[in-house]
């Protein structure tokens, strides 16, 4: 009896001490409440930005705007680096000699124009318009041309120089050019598919008027709506247009406001064009005038939304 008692008493004590095992307080992945701890990120966004000397500048940035914190919480992020160069190639442009001389709110605006949300690699990357986390007008969320056909280019003059440095809250992009916010005309001119109509606005002398404070909507033909429009009046080229009816044909396509695709709707709509009105449909997608097909929309600027054409619209059709 007494050879039994001890032996059930040592199966007791090896139970004991294999639960203590298991429960132990030196297992980093509980805490001495049970309960699993959370994995503390040591590598952030601005772990990066400030373990790089290249990064310099776009530190002072962020902690000049307030934006370090952003930058540094669980949601996943990207984040296009402008290199210490590239500040210096920004702060000349604008005739500055520091981060000071530029407005608090606008530096803000300017640095978020280069994170777009959740975590997207250079892989992940594709022809088109991702939205940023700058705004534009009405708050909207200001677009960023992405081109991966030789590298990946933003807005037609940015290149990312280096590509998917991992933080644990997202990726970075290293580029070579300080992006800035664009307005309606810097959407066209930096898209190559919309030259045609840089050079009509040009001839027009409206570019002052589509920079200015807006808000205006901007029904952008392609250049392959110019080529048809060059075929059918039997011309060369533009410059055999007279002015005044290239002007009255451009401010035919810009409405006044921020009007985005979901806040279009059936009926008639009053352009820059004093004497004609848009008529739109949204009856299986958005169309204009009976004939001309909106094919991409929302392209959001800070002083407007640009949305693009297949046709160039005549004021004659109404």
């Known amino acids: 009896m007494t050879k039994l008692l001890n032996l059930n008493q040592l199966l007791f004590l090896m ?5 203590f095992m298991a429960c132990s307080d030196d297992d980093p992945l509980f805490t ?9 990120m040591t590598n952030t966004i601005v772990d990066i930005a400030l373990g790089d000397d290249q990064f310099s500048t776009l530190v002072a940035a962020l902690q000049r705007a307030d934006l370090v914190e952003a930058l540094s919480g669980d949601d996943d992020r990207t984040v296009f680096a402008p290199t210490n160069d590239a500040f210096t190639a920004l702060l000349s442009d604008l005739g500055a000699s520091s981060l000071d001389d530029v407005a608090t709110e606008s530096l803000s605006n300017i640095l978020l124009y280069h994170v777009v949300e959740g975590k997207v690699e250079s892989s992940d ?7 940023t986390l700058g705004k534009g007008a009405e708050d909207n969320a200001l677009s960023l041309l992405v081109n991966t056909d030789d590298g990946v280019t933003l807005n037609n003059s940015t290149k990312v120089t280096s590509a998917d440095v991992q933080a644990d809250n997202g990726v970075v992009h290293v580029i070579d050019k300080v992006l800035l916010p664009p307005t309606v005309v810097d959407i066209a001119t930096a898209n190559s598919n ?8 040009s001839r027009a002398q409206l570019v002052e008027t589509l920079q200015g404070d807006g808000p205006f909507t901007v029904f952008a033909p392609t ?4 080529t048809a429009l060059l075929a059918d009046l039997g011309v060369a080229s533009m410059e055999e247009i007279p002015l005044e009816t290239l002007t009255n044909v451009l401010l035919y396509h810009v409405v006044s406001g921020n009007v985005r695709s979901t806040d279009l ?20 997608g958005v169309s204009l005038n009976g004939d001309v ?6 392209v959001q600027g800070t002083n407007g939304v640009v949305h693009a054409i297949d046709k160039v619209l005549s004021p004659v059709n109404n």
Not at 223 to 226: D, E, G, L, S, V
């Open 125 to 131: 990357l594709a022809n088109g318009y991702v939205s």
């Open 293 to 298: 097909n909106v094919i991409a929309t929302d």
């Open 15 to 19: 139970l004991l001490g294999v639960t």
């Open 223 to 226: 250049n392959a709506a110019f």
């Open 194 to 201: 919309f030259s045609s109509l840089v050079a009509a606005v």
């Open 265 to 284: 709707s059936d009926g008639d709509v009053s352009t820059l064009n004093e004497l004609n009105v848009l008529t739109v449909s949204t009856d299986g």
């Open 32 to 40: 001495p409440g049970g309960e699993m701890e959370e994995e503390e």
